[in-house]
């Protein structure tokens, strides 16, 4: 397949880096400035697009226009998460789909909070749209409901969010309040400078909004009566008021507390919940979980690296694989 | 409408063919259920009705009259007499006519729930907050952990362990959080259902 990658952040440079090794080529490049767009004969030298982003801070020498214009087979739309309306990623998204392209997603937005509109696109596109890196990083969490039939998945649940996990886990091992810790994290490069989308649930919730959207407009016989989700249908709380006395009274009594998404295809709940300390959902550090409740097959778990460019790329690139 | 007659229950255990000890399901047994009835007139009537319906064989009546529970209702203990296929029937039979079974046999809080609140804890009346939570009828509070820190400016938190009739956990966590709501509270609720 033929790759037109736009977003040049950890995802789309490990996309870049690793699309060769899973027999795909990178046709386009584009960051929110530049872009580099192969010749007619042979893809983008990854290296030299990497190198020269870390080096100028630019990919190329052409327009990001000229990238979403690309003869490319498959867009991958890695650019950072909006909400609202979702742009540019959805303009993106909506330009691929209507030259009969397919598009991978690992943008949260078009699909939190346009899945019915993305849809819709889709239906008319002979182009696919595929989504798996939004959930969960490495985690196959979408493929996973898919392959099971969203009509026999209950519900999903799960640890989503690595930065809260690493907070929460770190609070209850070392006695530590939450401002302590934070700022341990800050140091690591597990929590960013503005940790709110973490530490208040957002990430997770879009997540499992994703999720939610899957659930329903898969387990639904008509896409049209399906229940369209979006982060304002999600009930969120986070983990920046936890004082560190909630985890030792957790913990005296065998329990623990982690940032758990819960979607089925009616809710989507995003809070702090009371685990078995020695528990399948109580993930160490900055693990993800996600556990699919199914009609037949029982519970499943699901654990692995829930962020990360290369763990993240893979996301993508089995999605790619999929589209074959 | 009842083949139960009074006397009966020993002449049935007396031939019961089990041999092995156990327990024969077919035979009545005393069970004592507790219900809150309204203070009107002829709630008590209407309450043991559904247990002479459903072949309950009616053996005391312990009527609170004086003593209200915390809603302002009044505690009646029933004991009565019925195999435990019919017991169940009862208890449906009186719940469907709107009466609250507070207790029935050793049903009562079948289901352990420990959850957190924190918040402001000391300053929005913890007392308060406890016998709310043991007066909105689903649940019992079986056990209270504090720490709170000192002044009361600070955050503080409590484990609660709550007992819950069976099967009725949603509730009692949804009482708890109306009530939490209300004062600001947060909870941290056990995930119901999923102890994995």
Redesign the interface.
């Given at each position: 397949m033929r790759l037109a990658v736009i977003g040049a952040g950890a995802v789309g440079r490990s996309v870049v880096e690793l699309a060769g090794e899973h027999g795909h080529e990178v046709v386009a490049v584009a960051d929110s400035s530049s872009a580099i767009v192969a010749g007619s004969s042979d893809g983008v030298d990854a290296e030299a697009v990497v190198t020269r982003k870390a080096e100028t801070g630019i990919v190329g020498d052409d327009d990001p226009a000229d990238a979403l214009a690309a003869d490319y087979d498959v867009l991958v739309e890695a650019t950072p998460t909006t909400l609202g309306d979702a742009e540019p990623g959805f303009s993106h998204v909506r330009t691929a789909l209507e030259r009969d392209r397919h598009v991978v997603l690992a943008n949260k937005g078009p699909v939190a909070e346009r899945y019915g509109d993305l849809q819709a696109l889709a239906a008319d596109s002979a182009g696919d749209v595929r989504f798996e890196a939004t959930v969960g990083g490495a985690i196959p969490a979408v493929s996973t409901v898919e392959d099971i039939e969203p009509s026999h998945v209950t519900a999903v649940?799960g640890v989503l969010n690595g930065t809260a996990n690493f907070i929460l886990t770190r609070m209850a091992a070392e006695g530590l309040d939450y401002d302590h810790v934070l700022s341990e994290a800050q140091d690591l490069g597990v929590a960013e400078a503005d940790p709110s989308f973490d530490v208040d649930g957002t990430d997770a919730a879009l997540k499992c909004v994703i999720l939610a959207n899957v659930l329903s407009f898969g387990g639904a016989d008509d896409p049209a009566d399906a229940r369209e989700f979006s982060l304002e249908d999600a009930s969120v709380?986070g983990i920046r008021?936890?004082?560190g006395?909630?985890l030792?009274?957790?913990a005296?009594?065998g329990?623990t507390?982690r940032l758990?998404g819960e979607a089925t295809g009616e809710t989507v709940r995003v809070?702090?919940?009371?685990?078995?300390e020695n528990?399948?959902?109580a993930v160490s550090g900055t693990q993800n979980i996600v556990?699919i409740e199914t009609t037949h097959a029982g519970?499943l778990?699901i654990s692995g690296r829930g962020a990360g460019g290369p763990e993240t790329a893979s996301a993508i690139l089995g999605d790619v694989g999929r589209l074959g | 409408m009842s083949d139960t007659r009074d006397g009966a229950p020993e002449a049935a255990a007396g031939s019961d063919p089990a041999a092995d000890g156990g327990h024969d399901p077919s035979s009545p047994s005393t069970h004592t259920v507790r219900l809150e009835l309204v203070d009107e007139p002829g709630q008590l009537l209407a309450a043991l009705q559904p247990i002479a319906n459903n072949g309950g064989n009616l053996l005391s009546i312990y009527h609170e009259r004086g003593n209200k529970t915390p809603r302002g209702r009044i505690p009646v203990e029933v004991d009565f007499e019925a195999t435990p296929e019919r017991f169940e029937g009862i208890v449906e039979a009186l719940r469907a006519e709107g009466i609250t079974v507070m207790q029935a046999g050793t049903e009562r809080y079948a289901e352990e729930i420990?959850?957190?609140l924190?918040g402001h804890l000391i300053d929005t009346d913890l007392s308060d907050t406890l016998s709310r939570i043991e007066a909105s009828a689903s649940a019992s509070v079986a056990d209270v952990?504090l720490?709170a820190?000192q002044g009361t400016e600070?955050?503080?938190?409590?484990?609660l362990r709550l007992e819950a009739r069976s099967g009725e956990t949603a509730e009692a966590i949804a009482a708890v959080r109306e009530i939490a709501d209300e004062k600001e509270l947060?909870v941290?609720?056990?995930?119901a259902g999923?102890?994995?």
């Open positions: 649940r709380e008021d936890v004082p006395s909630v030792r009274l957790a005296e009594d329990r507390v758990i809070a702090p919940r009371l685990v078995q528990g399948t959902l556990q519970r778990n | 420990t959850l957190v924190f952990s720490a820190p600070e955050v503080s938190s409590a484990r947060r941290v609720a056990p995930l999923v102890e994995a």
